[in-house]
């Protein structure tokens, strides 16, 4: 079973996450500083959540910076938060015009003041009721978001899940509900989590595909929607007989 770009069944209001990952081997294969890969990984953004609209997807996680990303040199990371500025001060307000909701999860204390700044403001247009909400993982951990969920639950007194999953909306600066991801993508070959939103991935189908980041788009994202709507997703129950 395949389906045209924007031929998806828009009721499923499907949420995707992706770990957008190859930019630094896609420079290097073309004798580049890494640090135009992460550029080039700017431009797959834009059109990659373009992308997403047109196929009515409700929510896009994008996994771009993990808190192990510190540990890479000191000129790539300076050089990957001016690529994230870059992306919210010029390309985000034409997403947000197209009824594209932009937030960011992850810690900001250790992120420069100045993309602070520039995300605040983008979270700050966002439209009430926008047709797409982008959420960027900066400086994010799956686990310390698990961990931090796991400190407030302690003080409501409902040990409900419904309950500790309402604290991943409290830590989600659009205040929507969080949903289950239904299909997780990796780019660059590998073929692991890397500390992703885990909460949110519990029954996630996972596509990974060779496609470096930068070369990420709107055939690559059809290519997994296909391959998604091949699966037969069970949640531990038995298929249902025909």
């Known amino acids: ?42 431009a797959a953004v834009g059109r990659t959540v373009l992308a997403a609209l047109e196929c009515g997807i409700r929510m896009l996680t994008l996994f771009t910076f993990s808190t192990d990303n510190w540990g890479r040199p000191e000129d790539e990371v300076a050089e990957m938060m001016r690529t994230f500025e870059g992306f919210f001060r010029v390309d985000a307000p034409a997403l947000v015009a197209r009824g594209v909701n932009v937030t960011v999860i992850g810690r900001r204390n250790r992120l420069p003041i100045s993309l602070r700044q520039a995300i605040e403001k983008i979270e700050a247009a966002n439209l009430v009721r926008g047709l797409l909400h982008v959420r960027f993982a900066i ?3 799956g686990r310390d978001a698990i961990l931090d969920a796991a400190r407030r639950f302690r003080q409501i007194g409902d040990d409900s899940a419904e309950s500790f999953a309402r604290l991943f909306t409290e830590m989600d600066q659009s205040g929507e509900p969080v949903p289950d991801v239904d299909l997780l993508i990796r780019t660059g070959g590998e073929q692991r989590l890397s500390n992703c939103p885990l909460w949110e991935i519990a029954y996630a189908e996972l596509y990974f595909t060779p496609c470096l980041w930068p070369d990420f788009g709107p055939a690559e994202l059809d290519a997994a929607l296909q391959e998604f709507y091949t699966r037969h997703r069970r949640f531990g129950r038995l298929p249902a007989m025909v």
Request: glycine share 14%; proline share 7%; net charge positive.
């Open 139 to 141: 400086d994010y951990s």
């Open 1 to 42: 079973m395949t389906h045209d770009p924007g031929e998806y069944p828009r009721q499923s209001r499907l949420s995707v996450a992706i770990i957008m990952d190859g930019s630094g081997r896609w420079a290097m294969a073309r004798g580049l500083p890494r640090a135009e890969g992460h550029r080039a990984g700017r």
